[in-house]
């Protein structure tokens, strides 16, 4: 089993950058696909990006290519999320989450998740 505590999150500008992190508890994590998502108020949690257990491979949603960039320090037990150029439509809680698929781009693809981390993203 994987424990996940996602950090990083807060209020920004339009236009500015964060980075969120994703600490996972265990030797397992290594072992694990990882992914991002995103829930914004009242609508459906939304695939935001992934990476292969070894970090080799990533894969994006269409609304982020390009401005958001998925890492991992397997290391470190963490996963990481560079975003860039941020707009208030990011405004949104934003999970991690564990998976044996790889890309893996919806929820029930998913073992384990965070609690999530609040991004607010004002014009």
């Known amino acids: 089993q994987v424990q996940l505590v996602e950090s990083g999150g807060g209020l920004v500008q339009a236009g500015g950058s964060l980075r969120l992190s994703c600490a996972g508890s265990g030797r397992t994590f290594r072992n694990y696909a990882m992914g991002w998502f995103l829930q914004a108020p009242g609508k459906e949690r939304e695939f935001v990006a992934a990476?292969?257990?070894?970090?080799?491979?990533?894969y994006y949603g269409d609304s982020v290519k390009g401005r958001f960039t998925i890492s991992r320090d397997n290391a470190k037990n963490t996963m990481y999320l560079q975003m860039n150029s941020l707009k208030p439509e990011d405004t949104a809680v934003y999970y991690c989450a564990a998976s044996g698929l790889f890309p893996a781009a919806t929820i029930d693809q998913y073992l384990y998740w965070g609690q999530g981390t609040q991004v607010t993203v004002s014009s």
């Open positions: 990476i292969k257990w070894n970090g080799g491979l990533t």
